[in-house]
């Protein structure tokens, strides 16, 4: 494998569920350290294309790259973490701690037949230290509010140190004030630990604000690139890929909305 | 009884194959239960009717089963209908439930038609159905503790992946955990418990005490390990009880033992209702 930055590299992705076209010619790379708000309303394709970048479904036609190399032959899954929508993650009620959760993290790094160390368990606790929620490693996971169980997932899938977070809908059933805290810490994670986030929503205004670049899908892409220029667009440009009106909030509408 | 366990080899066995039972059935039955799959061990349970009686049947026309343990067919049936669920999961994908009704009720069918052929069993039968306390033979013993062995290094060695596809199997497939292999180990596990398991708590019971005391134990415990240890303890106790009420009352040790589980799980209810 060649040295690159590039960690994500769609090339003209297409993909048809029997006849009915799901996502037609999508191309787009995620580099190192780039943190991309993946936007689009209901329906417009992008689980499908997170099912395809995380290797969960085979495109009808075009290639992509993980980390420089074919997806076929990418093996290094612990690059990857991947939080997936709270909503539908696990059972409520399922008898397991936040540490253990956190734990298995990393049971795809450790290999088969290898069992949990001191050590992986320190890991585990390191991760919940920087989602702030190291204070409830001992509780039961169900006994959780849904964002602190959304920052459990988070801890989760950065304890095998990965160098990209892949994130679908992360906020959904979560309480305003709370997707606005965990979106900054997101923005930490990206800004002081070098993580790349690719983050799929639908909500435009909070994570438009926060990502360095933003891609804008509905089948197709419309836009992508670094966020000054999405900023540029009108937002009658915005509601015409859309499907329906779009208004932006802009920082200080944000700022004050808080 | 204790008397009577150092006199009878059929006690020492009998208490033996129970004790181990009762550890190796309620720890695989927490995996069981928190994947949603608690309705597959009965669907084995009566696959391996199917092998037990298909066995008890030929032993009456053929002279090499007549010498052959019914366990072993009734254990090989388990483990085919086991793979044949994987197999029906896959092609019924939007309605993997479906395999259960199928493969449980093949195994009633051939079991009833291995039982009307045979023009009944009589007390062989009753034995595999509810359990014997008498029955149990130290082959049957030897049985139960290989597949003991085989149980707790398969959980001990792959207890992280179990738990991973148990909690979210979504994120353990992205993570790279190979979830077909380990599922079909996993149903080739259950098949084998069932299979060691029918000797003591009879066909019909042995989902029992792999979901009761799970039933029980995730009703107290915080962690996993927690809900693994709770499991076991009641298990046990179950086993304990319903092995001694079994003796003096000369009656199927599976009855006993489910009793007991349900008791178990009443008393838990109550108690975490009247903490509330």
Known sequence: MYMTNSIIKLDHITHKYHHSVALSDVSLEVKQGEFWALIGPNGSGKSTLLRIILGLLKPTEGTIQLFGGPIDSFKQQQRIGYVSQKSNAFT????????????????????????????????????????????????????????????????????????????????????????????SMLSELNRDYGIAILLVTHEIDLVTQLATHIACLNRTIHFHGVHADYEKMSESELSGWYGHPVRRLHQKETERAR | MIEAIFTYEFLQNAVLSGLIIGLIAPMLGLFIVVRRMAMISDALSHVALAGIAGSLYLSQQVLFFAALNPVYLGMGAAVVGSLLIERLRRVYRSFEELAIPIILSAGIGFGAIFISLAKGFGTDLVGYLFGSVSAVSRQDLYIVLLIAIIVIAFLYFLYKELFSLAFDPEYARVSGINERIIQAAFMVITALVIGASMRIVGILLVSSLMTLPVAAAIQLAKSYKGALVYSVIFGEIAVIIGLISAYYLDIAPGGTIVVTSVFILLIVLFWKKVRA
């Open chain 1, 92 to 183: 409520t009620r399922f008898p397991a701690t936040v540490l253990e959760v956190v734990r298995s993290g990393l049971t795809s790094k450790k290999g088969l037949f290898k069992r949990f160390t001191k050590e992986d368990e320190q890991r585990a606790l390191d991760a919940l230290q920087v989602v702030k929620m190291a204070d409830y490693h001992g509780k039961s996971i169900g006994d959780l509010s849904g964002g602190q169980q959304q920052r459990v997932f988070i801890a989760r899938a950065l304890v095998s140190k990965p160098d990209l977070l892949i994130m679908d809908e992360p906020t959904v059933g979560i309480d305003r004030q709370n997707v606005e805290s965990f979106y």
